[in-house]
């Protein structure tokens, strides 16, 4: 089960992939689609959040734009 760790309202945009950088900032980068030239990758910073990321646990920016975590599933 995932829980908000901090609300920070990114609006997505189609086309591009949200993340949280090693920062604990919100940054995005353009997806890759079939068909199209490769070139230069284009990521920007979006948010500045500032969170500190623990061990053991995955962030990711949830369906309203907020940083929330999940603990990650291991040796199963």
């Known amino acids: 089960m995932a829980k908000k760790v901090t609300k920070v309202g990114v609006k997505k945009e189609k086309g591009w992939l949200y993340f949280v ?3 604990g900032d919100v ?6 689609r079939g068909g199209k030239k490769k070139g230069k990758k284009k990521v920007e910073k979006v ?5 500190k990321k623990e061990s053991g646990y995955l962030y990711f920016v949830d369906k309203q734009g907020d940083i929330s975590c999940a603990k990650m599933a291991r040796g199963r």
């Open 27 to 32: 940054s995005r980068a353009e997806m890759a």
């Open 21 to 23: 950088d090693k920062n």
């Open 47 to 51: 948010a500045k959040a500032g969170i």
